[in-house]
T-cell receptor, first 112, second 119 residues
Framework: RKEVEQDPGPFNVPEGATVAFNCTYS??????FFWYRQDCRKEPKLLMS???SGNEDGRFTAQLNRASQYISLLIRDSKLSDSATYLC?????????????FGKGTHLIIQP | DARVTQTPRHKVTEMGQEVTMRCQPI?????VFWYRQTMMQGLELLAY????????DSGMPKDRFSAEMPDATLATLKIQPSEPRDSAVYFC?????????????????FGAGSRLTVL
């Protein structure tokens, strides 16, 4: 059974701090990985794709560790507006739903 | 910005009533998904379509749920009869898949969701 696991949190982090959380996946054949952000009572929105070489977008860095089968999201200099739930998405080739499996999300709270 | 439009945004109904949710995907997207989200279960896939053809509805209770795409601009999700356990937020999402099923939709754009409460 394909699974995507995330620590639900909440992660309570002071403003300005650096926070990181991981997402583990069970299918070693997984090919594509994404982080989505979901604000309270809103829809999920793509935050960033996760490439094999890792990628950075401003204060956000996403990395993939294929050997240990996890992806990570690191947020530097956290802002109050970063408070949200972060959903990990894994794409397994040939799977149902085009192979997209969502984690249940990690809840992040940035405190002033 | 192109967006996925869902109606209704909120629906309160009584057990046993029929509920129909509608979704207008982004023009040009060939893949449409229906998800249900609850606090306990997270995002659950109910059904999805490629070029209006249903590809997978294994996540959907067949006795009461049905999903259709009467045309490329409209996807519907119907619950009949509704039950209290159906209370959730229902999201529609669309994406563009190139190269066939194995390529995957990758990036999805979600609608704002339909919040359903069944009393």
């Amino acid at each position: 059974r394909k699974e995507v696991e995330q620590d639900p949190g909440p992660f309570n982090v002071p403003e300005g701090a650096t926070v990181a959380f991981n997402c583990t996946y069970s299918n070693s054949a997984s090919q594509s990985f994404f982080w989505y952000r979901q604000d309270c009572r809103k829809e999920p929105k793509l935050l960033m794709s996760v490439y094999s070489s890792g990628n950075e977008d401003g204060r956000f860095t996403a990395q993939l560790n294929r050997a240990s089968q996890y992806i990570s999201l690191l947020i530097r200099d956290s802002k109050l507006s970063d408070s949200a739930t972060y959903l990990c998405v894994v794409n397994d080739p040939g799977g149902g739903a085009d192979g997209l499996t969502f984690g249940k999300g990690t809840h992040l709270i940035i405190q002033p | 910005d192109a967006r996925v439009t869902q109606t209704p945004r909120h629906k309160v109904t009584e057990m046993g009533q029929e509920v129909t949710m509608r979704c207008q995907p982004i023009l040009g997207h060939n893949t449409v998904f229906w998800y249900r989200q609850t606090m306990m279960q997270g995002l659950e896939l109910l059904a999805y379509f490629r070029n209006r053809a249903p590809l997978d509805d294994s996540g959907m209770p067949k006795d009461r749920f049905s999903a259709e795409m009467p045309d490329a601009t409209l996807a519907t999700l119907k619950i009949q009869p509704s039950e209290p356990r159906d209370s959730a937020v229902y999201f529609c999402a669309s994406g563009l898949v190139l190269g066939g099923r194995s390529s995957g939709a990758n990036v999805l754009t979600f609608g704002a969701g339909s919040r359903l409460t069944v009393l």
